[in-house]
């Protein structure tokens, strides 16, 4: 088994699409790796069995959307369009403070039940500069079921800069 | 769980006439477009049957009482309106396979049963007084995202086949007698030969009239969990591709 594997990400370079690169911190939870490639994530680690973590962040400055506008945008694709069930919605805040809305949604990928949380931060002012942070993890039903205190950890460590 | 996905919680659909319709989740509140338009559906109005057994993947047909010969006539005012409900709902995808037995049971719980099963997609029938109930309930079991139900009112339909088939058996009967009557081959023939003609258009409304009777007695639910509902290709796509990189099918793909 390896060791605990923490990994900060806080650089400033040009990825996919963001004009300056993560501007965030997260610690990946024990029995994760984090991986190297993780295109077209910011972050991503996985556990032996297959659940994943990742994180993404995009630049908000010219769209402004709140924290509504994206909650419903990512609702309606995944719901509407991609056919996940709706399973709970919850508020929540870091321990620095930042508030965001958690999706828990539903899915069946070859007849085994999956389960995908994405949780949604939205920084900035409404002048300035503005992100949108994106925490996704998903894998089989039973394997989130057992991993889950160990993300809720590292999303309420989950820092925004 | 949050409602109707397009937020509109009703929907439309043109009626079989050809007509548009609303159609209201709230049976109660469901407009019926037909020459009866005032008709509202009254639970039980529907002849009662036995359950029916119990079926698999196989389509099953339930067996139907023998056609009450017709007594009502087209002025009889207390004919209680003929209407076929049907329901068409779309449900996410998750946990499908326990969802479709619990719709099965629930079916056949209420004195339905099933009509065809497949993976990803299940048609029942419930009594007609059970309808709403059931919608209910399907509604309870998971996140709907599409639903759709509409009336349709055959009372005109079946008031004029009654007439019909009235008028044709009062003719067979002057046929027969006709026939006893006949003095010459000739014209046995040629009223046999009638008598056939009538007969068989006697049994093809007869079969009709059976057939609404039980459209109208068993009310049909089709369920489906699939992926981007037809009926929603139309919703707006925003311009940002990130939200279709959403999804277990991006994050678990290492």
Redesign the interface.
């Known amino acids: 088994m390896k060791p605990r594997i923490s990994k900060s990400l806080i650089c400033c370079a040009v990825l996919f699409g963001t004009a300056c690169g993560p501007h965030f911190q997260i610690t990946a939870p024990a029995d994760f790796v984090v991986l190297d490639q993780s295109v077209p994530y910011d972050f991503r680690a996985t556990t032996p069995d297959g659940l994943v973590l990742a994180v993404r962040e995009f630049d908000n400055s010219k769209e402004h959307g709140d924290l509504g506008f994206w909650v419903k945008a990512i609702e309606n694709e995944l719901r509407l369009d991609k056919g996940y069930a709706l399973l709970k919605t919850a508020d929540l805040k870091t321990k620095a403070g930042l508030g965001g809305k958690a999706l828990h949604f539903g899915l069946d990928r070859e007849n085994e039940a999956h389960e995908y949380l994405v949780v949604v931060f939205v920084t900035g002012h409404p002048q300035g500069k503005s992100r949108v942070y994106l925490i996704e993890a998903g894998g089989a039903a039973a394997q989130l079921e057992t991993s889950r205190k160990a993300i809720d950890q590292a999303i309420a460590d989950f820092e925004a800069h | 769980?949050?409602d109707a996905?397009?937020g509109s919680g009703y929907s439309f659909e043109a009626s079989r006439e050809g007509e548009l319709e609303r159609v209201d989740n709230d049976l109660a509140l469901a407009t019926v477009s037909s020459s009866h338009s005032a008709a509202k559906a009254k639970q039980g109005d529907a002849p009662k049957r036995a359950p029916m057994p119990a079926g698999d993947a196989v389509p099953v047909e339930p067996t139907l009482p023998e056609l009450a010969p017709a007594q009502s006539t087209p002025t009889d005012q207390s004919r209680k309106p003929l209407l076929i409900y049907t329901a068409r709902l779309g449900?996410?995808?998750?946990?499908?396979?326990e969802q479709l037995d619990s719709i099965e049971s629930m079916a056949k719980g209420q004195g339905g049963y099933l009509v065809a099963r497949t993976q990803s997609a299940i048609r029942v029938r419930v009594p007609a007084d059970q309808f709403q109930q059931s919608i209910d309930a399907i509604l309870k079991l998971?996140?709907v995202?599409f639903r759709q139900v509409t009336t349709d009112d055959v009372t005109a339909e079946y008031t004029d086949l009654e007439i019909r088939l009235k008028n044709a058996l009062s003719v067979r009967d002057r046929l027969q007698a006709l026939l006893e009557k006949a003095q010459k081959v000739e014209e046995a023939i040629e009223v046999e030969r009638e008598l056939q003609r009538l007969t068989n258009e006697i049994e093809t409304m007869k079969g009709r009239l059976k057939l609404l009777q039980e459209l109208a007695a068993y009310s049909t639910i089709d369920v489906s969990?699939?992926?981007?509902?037809s009926q929603?290709k139309s919703?707006v796509e925003?311009p940002?591709p990130?939200?279709?990189?959403?999804?277990?099918e991006?994050?678990?793909s290492?």
């Open positions: 769980m949050p996905a397009d449900l996410a995808v998750f946990k499908v396979q998971g996140d995202t969990f699939s992926e981007r509902s929603l919703r925003l940002f990130w939200l279709e990189t959403l999804g277990l991006h994050l678990l290492l």
